[in-house]
Nanobody, 124 residues
């Protein structure tokens, strides 16, 4: 079992930055690929970024490439999402997710464990 708790959301102006963190508990955190998803009101949950269990491979949706960076610290059981050059369309609830799969899914149904979410609001 893995428990996930996100933090770091908030209100920021367009062009600004935020850093989201996800604290994980569970002895096998370092074995699990991790990801960030987001869901805006009235829209489906959307893949944002993912990282392999070693941190050696990362994946991003096209709309955030060059602006967002996912990273992990297995010693501290944390995964982070650095978000720069934020846009109003980045406004959503952001969720941290973990999967026991050996591959790195980019779809929400590939993930078994979810945090409660943190709100990110970007004003224009």
């Amino acid at each position: 079992q893995v428990q996930l708790v996100e933090s770091g959301g908030g209100l920021v102006q367009a062009g600004g930055s935020l850093r989201l963190s996800c604290a994980a508990s569970g002895r096998t955190f370092s074995d699990y690929p991790m990801a960030w998803f987001r869901q805006a009101p009235g829209k489906e949950r959307e893949f944002v970024a993912a990282i392999s269990w070693t941190g050696g491979s990362t994946y991003y949706t096209d709309s955030v490439k060059g602006r967002f960076t996912i990273s992990r610290d297995n010693a501290k059981n944390t995964v982070s999402l650095q978000m720069n050059s934020l846009k109003p369309e980045d406004t959503a609830v952001y969720y941290c997710a973990a999967t026991p799969m050996t591959t790195v899914p980019t779809t929400w149904w590939g993930y078994s464990y979810w945090g409660q979410g943190t709100q990110v609001t970007v004003s224009s």
